[in-house]
Nanobody, 111 residues
Framework: QVQLVESGGGLVQPGGSLRLSCAASGMRFSDSAMGWYRQAPGKERELVATISSTGRLNYADSVKGRFTISRDNAKKTVYLQANSLKPEDTAVYSC?????WGKGTLVTVSS
């Protein structure tokens, strides 16, 4: 059974940083593309970043230059380093592979 468990969210001031982690189990992690998505209150879920099995990266325009997605195949974990955070980055961040979703971790950017 595939499971994705996110961690690392929290309250951070504008301009601050967070590192989100998504630990995977029950799957061939190294062969799988992984993605981070977010859903802000009252809004649709949107793509944040993806990383393919070969390391190809893709980012939403709203986070380019501020967020970095990476993966550690040995640890079966995908990361999202979020820098220069803005209040509009406030959302529940979830990771995804194929049709499997984690429960998400809440990021709140506020002074």
């Amino acid at each position: 059974q595939v499971q994705l468990v996110e961690s690392g969210g929290g309250l951070v001031q504008p301009g601050g940083s967070l590192r989100l982690s998504c630990a995977a189990s029950g799957m061939r992690f190294s062969d799988s593309a992984m993605g981070w998505y977010r859903q802000a209150p009252g809004k649709e879920r949107e793509l944040v970043a993806t990383i393919s099995s070969t390391g190809r990266l893709n980012y939403a325009d709203s986070v380019k230059g501020r967020f970095t997605i990476s993966r550690d195949n040995a640890k079966k974990t995908v990361y999202l380093q979020a820098n220069s955070l803005k209040p509009e980055d406030t959302a529940v961040y979830s990771c995804n592979t194929n049709s499997i979703w984690g429960k998400g971790t809440l990021v709140t950017v506020s002074s």
